[in-house]
C-alpha cells in the first residue's frame, strides 16, 4: 500500500471512532452549573459496613457579611444500601459559618445502624466549633454529644 492509502484509511477509521462516540451537552442552568462547580467529595464510607454513606460539602460563591451568623454553604449527606436497586436518602445540613473538616468515628455493621458524623466549623473570630450527628437510612439528626478537638 502507498503512503496515500495508509493516510487515508488513517482518516476513515479515526472519524469513524469520533462518529461512534456520545454527543457531549453542555448543562445550561445556572443552579446545576453553580452546584457542581461547588460541590466536593469529602467523605466516603467503606463498603463493607450496613449501609453507604457518602458527604459532600457545597461552597457557594460570595462571602458573608461581617458580625452576622453565615450559612451559605451546605453539607449534603447520602445513604444508601448496596442492593441492585438501592434504597437511597440525602439530607441537607446548613454549614454555620466556615466549613473545616469532618471526621467520622462510628460507622454500622448493620443496616439498622447509624454513622456518627461530626462537623467541624470554623467562625470569623478563628473559634473552631463542631456538632455530631447520626446518620441512618431512616433520618440525620444532631446529637448532643461532645467533640474531641
Do not use: W
Not at 53 to 66: I, K, N, Q, S, T
Amino acid at each position: 500500500m502507498t503512503m496515500k492509502v495508509l493516510f487515508t484509511v488513517a482518516i476513515l477509521v479515526a472519524h469513524q471512532a469520533r462518529a461512534d462516540a456520545p454527543a457531549i451537552r453542555a448543562v445550561k442552568t445556572k443552579e446545576t452549573v453553580d452546584l457542581l462547580s461547588g460541590l466536593s467529595l469529602i467523605y466516603k464510607g467503606p463498603h463493607k459496613v450496613g449501609f453507604g454513606l457518602r458527604v459532600f460539602v457545597y461552597e457557594a460563591d460570595g462571602e458573608c457579611p461581617e458580625k452576622v451568623v453565615c450559612t451559605k454553604d451546605k453539607l449534603f449527606v447520602v445513604a444508601s444500601t448496596f442492593d441492585e436497586y438501592p434504597e437511597k436518602r440525602a439530607f441537607e445540613v446548613p454549614i454555620v459559618g466556615a466549613y473545616k473538616r469532618i471526621a467520622v468515628p462510628s460507622v454500622p455493621k448493620k443496616e439498622s445502624g447509624n454513622f456518627l458524623v461530626r462537623l467541624y466549623t470554623g467562625s470569623a473570630n478563628g473559634k473552631e466549633s463542631c456538632v455530631s450527628y447520626v446518620v441512618s437510612l431512616r433520618e440525620m439528626r444532631a446529637v448532643d454529644e461532645s467533640c474531641p478537638p
